[in-house]
């Protein structure tokens, strides 16, 4: 599913009613009543039952007042809440306020003082206070009357997203309405799928409003909400006569002293991926520990650093080892002595293969290797926010609040594909694509996860699966995996056993593809 932002849904609006000669009264119209055929689908027959409907004066408001006018035209009981004067509301916003019933009852805020005393009687509240244009933090009476509509324990519908949500990062401007169903018009804003925007969006709805296929194209969107049908279209093709040659070959470099669960936990990502074959290159002494726990994978023991890390003495034998291999995993439990760095950033720079850098070796990668490696050298980093201020500079706190540009920067000032992780994980491409995951839940947020992630990817990109579609199938379906066993119980699973249950989720994609 695309998403898109503010801006590009306001050049869809205005090409729509410019080139294409779709009124915004007409848009506004099809909003409107998509917004109440979606609150009968949810909440049942609304005649004789009361309604409280809050509207700004933008255009959502005038959204909300179609709102108004299709639950009275149904038999609802609607009293509108007014929070600017009626002669201030100008446009279509205006027109259809004018084309409320008479008999709706109409009550005017405007100040703190006029909410004080405000107790909402009513089975429903339709919340179109504020719209995709808010860019600042909310207060005076629209703070207040967030306050009322969040204390009044009834379902609260959000007209195009909830008042207060920053439409672009899912950041609150301040007060924000807490939703349990969001009916949003043309595409999703990508707010209303990044945190914390999430906890507030309920049930989200897309309403078609008449924006037309050539419009979207026209605007050239590249964000993706990455559902179950994105994710099943990338998945890899599989012959039926295929064997373990044709699905490809992972190496990863992995694993140090006291970290050996690391690399033994990418190892079954990599495996689970449905690649062919998987070899880990280890270091010589703790050889046995990786023989002993990855039994479907090779082993490919090297000096290293007196034998219990990896060094850039073995470059020449790693670089040997990699001839040949689709896809590398660079990270997992390697450790950050500087004989390792050094090996790491060689690898990163020089490597021909396809490769995914996690964990350690993000920590002691250095940024000059990025700028001066090849063009051409596929490289998917897999930062958590810590890690993503530590490359960007940037404080965790601004990386959380504006994630998508921070990926989608990074990705194209480097040439890399980013997987920004955390709740609602991003995927950037260096070309603009972008994505935001779907699937997943807090239970895990727990140690080992994103070891088994690294390893899938690569498993999937050595199926020669695209490194962004790679990225994005790789997350959903590890978060996926986190899902089922959710379902049992939501936390306390292991990152193993989320790596046990990947199949899981390829035969449900297989249904869907």
Known sequence: MKICSAAQMRFLDQTTINEKHVSGLELMENAGKGTVDLMLEYYGDCKGRPVAVFVGSGNNGGDGCVVARYLHDLGAEVQLFLLTPPEKISGDAAVNLSRLAEDISVTTLL???????LALHC???????LGTGLTRDVGGVFARVIEVINNTPVPVVAVDLPSGLNADSGVLWGACVKADLTVTYGLAKSGLVQYPGVDYVGWLEVVDIGIPPSVVDQADIKALYVLEEVAADFMPRRENMGHKGDHGHVLLLAGSRGKTGAAVLACDGALRSGAGLVTLCVPEKLNTIFEIHCLEAMTHPVAGLAGYALAN????????VASGKRCLVVGPGLG???ETAALVNQVVKNCSQPMVVDADALTILELATLATRGSDLIRIMTPHPGEMSRL????TIEVQKDRLQVAAAFAKEYGVVVVLKGAATVIAAPDGR?????????????GGMGDVLAGLIAGLVAQQVEPFQAACLA??????AGDFLAETGPYGYLASE????????WGELQLVS
């Open 123 to 129: 089975d429903f509240i339709v919340d179109a206070l």
């Open 475 to 480: 997350v959903y379906a590890h978060g996926r």
């Open 313 to 320: 003495s073995d470059y020449a034998e790693v670089a040997k």
């Open 434 to 446: 972008i994505a935001v995951n779907s699937s997943g839940n807090h239970g895990m947020g727990t």
């Open 111 to 117: 100040d703190e003082k006029s909410v004080s005393n």
């Open 498 to 505: 989320v790596a046990s249950v990947l199949p899981q989720v």
């Open 336 to 338: 950050t002595a500087p």
């Open 392 to 395: 960007t500079g940037l404080s």
